[in-house]
DNA sequence: CATCTGTCTATACGATTGTCTTTTATTGGT
DNA sequence: ACCAATAAAAGACAATCGTATAGACAGATG
């Protein structure tokens, strides 16, 4: 048990169920609330709307006790997107390493994100949606989340340019540019009406196929500038 | 519902001061009430968290007499993110003409969107932050103002490439990458200390070049993809 | 002047919200 | 078996929400 992440605090189950103690033990958990968020959330609903009971109904317990599991909604909030985070990197960690270095990594990865995306993922739901909206904590556990996935590209970034003996002007800055553009366009996918998936799919290839030809483009233009470490 | 989407749709004053007509005149027009939201709004409050009595409360009139002049608090959102697209397009266009066809019209203009940004305007805060959350006919807005804005850098662009003779892959696609990713960057910028705005300004700079770097290296690489008209 | 029409106010209803206080249920320890 | 401690429930509170209804005011029209 105390082999837990690492990580810094993410979706951490304080001692509720590890330490019983005298008392009655909780017939309802964390991840339960946490799923009852989940199954009241949807394409037309986002985080911002639940209210604390309406979250404990779903739940099937009494608004108070609520309180025993989270201070308020916003910690709900942070935990949902701590754990989409996670989800969206598993995710697109088994895409990558199903692709390989192969060319088509770009491709890989933009298919299995919005394939995710179209299986109805709410966590994914969730991360794309609600990173500009919310209470203070709340964005920043958002952004937590996309730095993350940042720094990750970002070493792929480098390895592939690496095998591939091509440029990269700033990695760093691609890496951000590639994750935020991805993550905002497909914001966007989230209420289409099926069709145009496909077209958009397309869409956001070429995006990520432009900026890096760009990365390269500009660490020829200016090789000094480059930073390949 | 789709009646009024011919083009001028914006801000559309239906009647109410057009035509006086017989009746009492009224003591509030509907840009009182969208000043009133405005001046209600801010860095940390959002369109969708505005309540129908609490902007009435702001605008001095009773809640009832919201209905006089707009059906609901979402037809009001709606004329905010329109009011906030025709304001952004006229600051572009202003930078894009004082800029003139110098290579600097990127600095130019990202330097004008982050300056509109600083000054607090409300505005701009809607549209960079709404585009993603709200009711379907709220999305619906904002996606059309991001369109009218592609459009026209789209134009531009191309006006660009044909000065320079520098080719361009997809210039609508190009434009659209532009515009979602400068979108995205300006939303994580609206909560940011004031410091590292200068950062993020560099940053997004650095993301438009290698944009336009890409769309040049792929349009030299593939002339034949090219969509030049 | 009387009348009609449209704008705004006043009041109120039911629903829902977050949170407080009190009570009940259940469990482990002695 | 009893006790203490904790989880959950029950009920109540004020506040706010959107909206329905009815009445008061002002100006054009006869």
Redesign the pocket.
């Known amino acids: 048990m105390t082999e837990r992440t690492r990580e810094p605090s993410i979706s951490d189950t304080p001692s509720?169920a590890d330490e019983?103690?005298?008392?009655?033990?909780?017939?309802?958990t964390r991840a339960d609330i946490i799923a009852a968020a989940l199954n009241l959330l949807g394409p037309t609903r986002s985080v911002s709307t639940l209210?604390?009971?309406?979250v404990a109904r779903e739940a099937?317990?009494?608004?108070?006790?609520f309180y025993?599991?989270f201070r308020?909604?916003d910690e709900l909030a942070v935990a949902l997107i701590d754990l989409a985070g996670q989800s969206l990197r598993q995710i697109i960690g088994v895409a990558r390493q199903r692709a390989g270095s192969e060319p088509g990594v770009v491709q890989g990865c933009t298919d299995a994100f919005m394939e995710q995306l179209r299986a109805d993922d709410r966590l994914l739901h969730i991360l794309l949606r609600e990173s500009t909206v919310g209470s203070a904590a709340f964005k920043r556990a958002a952004e937590q989340q996309m730095n993350f996935f940042e720094e990750e590209l970002c070493i792929d970034l480098i390895r592939l340019a690496a095998e591939k003996n091509s440029g990269l002007y700033d990695p760093a800055l691609t890496a951000k540019a590639i994750t935020r553009l991805v993550f905002a366009m497909g914001a966007t996918a989230l209420d289409m009406p099926e069709e145009g998936r496909a077209e958009l799919n397309r869409q956001i290839v070429g995006m990520v196929r432009m900026i890096i030809a760009g990365t390269q483009a500009l660490a020829a233009k200016t090789p000094a500038e480059a930073h390949p470490s």
Do not use: C, K, Q, T
């Not at 019983?20 to 309802?28: A, K, L, Q, Y």
């Not at 209210?51 to 309406?54: A, D, I, K, V």
């Open positions: 509720p019983p103690g005298p008392g009655r033990r909780p017939v309802i209210s604390l009971r309406e099937g317990i009494a608004p108070n006790s025993r599991h308020d909604v």
